[in-house]
């Protein structure tokens, strides 16, 4: 039977995930490896946009201990944790990461600008709990430099993407799309701003009905067999 995330609501003692925050938000893990302008987003919607009273930032976590967002995430108040991924294995450094972020009771793994292709380890331990924002339409472009993309074949449109997260490379079941107008667009960093912009809007409206229950049941990302 198709399955999709559960709700927090779904989720009572004994669950997969039970709702650990007596204040009954949802709590966030917010993965980040470069400059974090998506969890600065996400993070004013937490404060007083339409994850008020929803959500709150459990941590703010980093494989680049030296990330931006993870330093303006500290400034801002919030909980941060970095694991150095550098030299390590994909599996053994996956299996860190997962204790460090099962310290901080997250109900959804939320990816923003996390540049990292997650383990079986990873998926099974958050499985259908696993958001990313893709900057493209994922069944059209994968991977990196989707601005880049869209400038050098002057897409009049792209589409911004939140999916659930598997273990290939933006392949995961799509939540929800947002289209981004790009004509008239005269350099890659106005492509850039337009996209940035929905964005930093579109993550956290999606967020916000995925835990309200609103958005249509999907099925659950795949795993490779046990
Ligand atoms: C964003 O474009 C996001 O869609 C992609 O990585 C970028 C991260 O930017 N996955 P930021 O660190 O949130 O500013």
Redesign the pocket.
């Known amino acids: 039977m198709p399955s999709g995330p559960p709700s927090p609501a779904e989720r009572g003692p004994g669950g997969e995930a039970p709702l650990s925050a007596p204040t009954g938000k949802a709590r966030l893990a917010i993965l980040?490896?470069?400059?974090?302008?998506?969890?600065?987003?996400l993070a004013r919607e937490v404060r007083e946009g339409v994850l008020q009273g929803l959500a709150e930032i459990a941590v703010v976590f980093s494989n680049i201990p030296e990330a931006a967002?993870l330093q303006a995430a500290a400034e801002l108040g919030y909980a941060t944790a970095s694991v150095d991924s550098r030299g390590r294995k994909r599996a053994e450094f996956d299996a860190d990461v997962v204790a460090k972020l099962e310290q901080f009771r997250p109900d959804y793994i939320v990816?923003?600008?996390?540049m990292r292709i997650l383990s079986p380890t990873f998926i099974r331990a958050f499985a259908g709990r696993i958001l990313?924002?893709?900057?493209a339409d994922t069944h059209q472009h994968q991977g990196l430099h989707?601005?880049e993309w869209a400038w050098e074949n002057r897409l009049p449109e792209t589409k911004?993407t939140v999916h659930l997260v598997d273990e290939g490379l933006d392949t995961g079941p799509v939540l929800a799309q947002a289209p981004v107008d790009l004509r008239g667009a005269e350099t890659l960093e106005d492509v850039?701003r337009r996209?940035?912009a929905v964005?930093h809007r579109f993550y956290a409206d999606i967020l916000a009905r995925l835990i309200r229950g609103e958005l249509p049941k999907t099925p659950a990302p795949a795993t490779a067999s046990q």
């Open positions: 980040l490896s470069g400059r974090g302008s998506n969890m600065l987003a967002g990816l923003a600008g996390y990313n924002i893709h900057p989707a601005y911004i850039e996209g940035l964005e």
